[in-house]
């Protein structure tokens, strides 16, 4: 594209903005917005006529997933190793680590388990929309059971329950039963399929949905997710 | 979302407070600011691609996106909401294009480009979003097709040919009507100071 022609430019941008321009040459043309400012400039100019008018549009709330599955996504973790000192330096160093959020989650978790958890465990910290964490779920690799703790009240009407979920990489939620809690402890236990290492293999995360006593009736969540956590393996 | 001039100012600068702390990496203002913008920006995706999976998919994407790069929103370049938007469509817009590669041989058929009877034409909205930001006159004071192909283009994200198609005119004619449609529009716009 010929720079010096800025008319050429802002028509460009003008069918950018509006989607007209496509394949290739949208390709091209973003590439080209990133390093000149003439094209930054025009893509700006068009994108403030053009996208308020799409407020319009009726609004649609998304289903309740997408959110889980952001959050999923923003906290999941490979283990880093020095998270645990990493969480109490300066607020600014993270600027430009792609890996903040899981970095933090893993922090959080370690620092919920003091003393440190044993070797071969898997954690999951369960958090609300509100992201502050309601519940840790923990395992030993070996073990077939999880333990599930509230940390935070966790209030349930008398006709509704708690159900825990695997989120699996693809495919829809399996319910890992329902989270009984028993007051004023917290903590339930619940019996996995087989050993937690093998169980929550390819599960990056677990949830939890408010549902009918009883559980689920369909065998899929059907009342809100209340809290999502990934699934951190601390080996 | 809202359309009284106050009430977005003061929405405006709600979220331009919600994308700092989410560039701080506050989770819960980034909940916050889900909560107020994805029934919007939803509604953006759904309705390009007509289908609530891919619609999901790209809000999904756009969000952790968002999350990552909230920093890079400049407050004294654009709009908190326009910014939002602009990451959504672009999204939709890539993935549409991914589409079309995978879909070449098939171009042919006729595409299912049905939406619900009770909604809204892409026409209607365009007029009823100018009306909302005091730019009537210039969505009105286009020519029909030059209208109908930018409203189509623009909340549906068709294509020139899907236009051509859609709009049974030559590929040449949908062209020119969005050309110049814009070019209307850009003219008409500035001069009622819509652009800074």
């Not at chain 1, 930054?40 to 998304?62: C, F, H, N, Q, Y």
């Not at chain 1, 990493?86 to 933090?104: D, I």
């Not at chain 1, 003393?115 to 519940?135: H, R, Y």
């Not at chain 2, 716009?189 to 800074?196: I, N, P, Q």
């Amino acid at each position: 594209m010929n720079l010096r022609d800025p008319e050429r430019a802002d028509a460009l941008a003008g069918e950018y903005v509006l989607g007209t321009l496509r394949g290739r040459a949208r390709q091209r043309f973003e590439r080209l917005a990133r390093t000149e400012r003439i094209v930054a400039d025009a893509v700006r100019g068009w994108e403030e006529r053009l996208l308020p008018l799409a407020e319009a549009l009726p609004a649609i709330a998304p289903p309740s997933r997408v959110w889980a599955a952001i959050l999923a996504r923003i906290r999941s973790a490979p283990a880093a190793p020095r998270a645990r000192s990493l969480l109490w330096t300066p607020v600014g160093w993270w600027r430009g680590l792609a890996l903040v959020g899981l970095v933090t989650s893993l922090a959080l978790a370690v620092a919920l388990l003091k003393p440190a958890p044993p070797e071969g465990t898997l954690v999951v910290v369960l958090a609300g929309q509100d992201a502050k964490p309601a519940l840790v779920a923990t395992s030993a690799r070996a073990s077939r059971y999880l333990t599930v703790k509230a940390i935070a009240p966790v209030a349930v009407a008398p006709d509704r329950a708690l159900e825990l979920w695997m989120l699996p990489a693809q495919g829809n939620p399996r319910s890992l039963g329902l989270v009984s809690m028993v007051s004023p402890a917290g903590v339930a236990r619940i019996e996995l399929p087989a050993a937690a290492d093998q169980a929550l293999q390819n599960i990056p995360a677990l949830a939890i949905s408010l549902e009918p006593a009883g559980g689920s009736p369909t065998g899929l969540p059907t009342g809100p997710v209340l809290y999502t956590g990934p699934v951190q393996r601390l080996y | 979302m809202q359309n009284d001039p106050a009430k977005q100012l003061e929405r405006n600068a709600r979220l331009m407070e919600l994308l700092a702390r989410t560039a701080l990496k506050d989770q819960q203002a980034f909940a916050e600011l889900y909560r107020l913008t994805s029934p919007h920006l939803y509604a953006v995706a759904l309705r390009i691609f007509r289908e609530a999976a891919a619609a999901e998919e790209v809000l999904q994407e756009s969000f952790v996106n968002i999350w990552h790069h909230a920093g890079s929103y400049v407050a004294a370049k654009s709009q908190p909401l326009t910014w939002l938007t602009s990451i959504v469509r672009n999204r939709c817009l890539d993935q549409l294009r991914r589409r079309e590669v995978e879909t070449v041989t098939m171009d042919d058929e006729e595409e299912g480009v049905t939406i619900a009877a009770e909604d809204p034409t892409p026409l209607e909205m365009l007029l009823s979003g100018a009306e909302a930001h005091a730019v009537k006159d210039c969505v009105e004071a286009l020519e029909p097709g030059q209208k109908q192909a930018i409203a189509l283009a623009f909340f549906q994200g068709l294509s020139h040919s899907e236009l051509s198609r859609h709009l049974r005119q030559p590929l040449g004619t949908v062209k020119s009507w969005v050309r110049r449609g814009l070019e209307r529009l850009r003219d008409c716009l500035d001069r009622a100071g819509v652009t800074r």
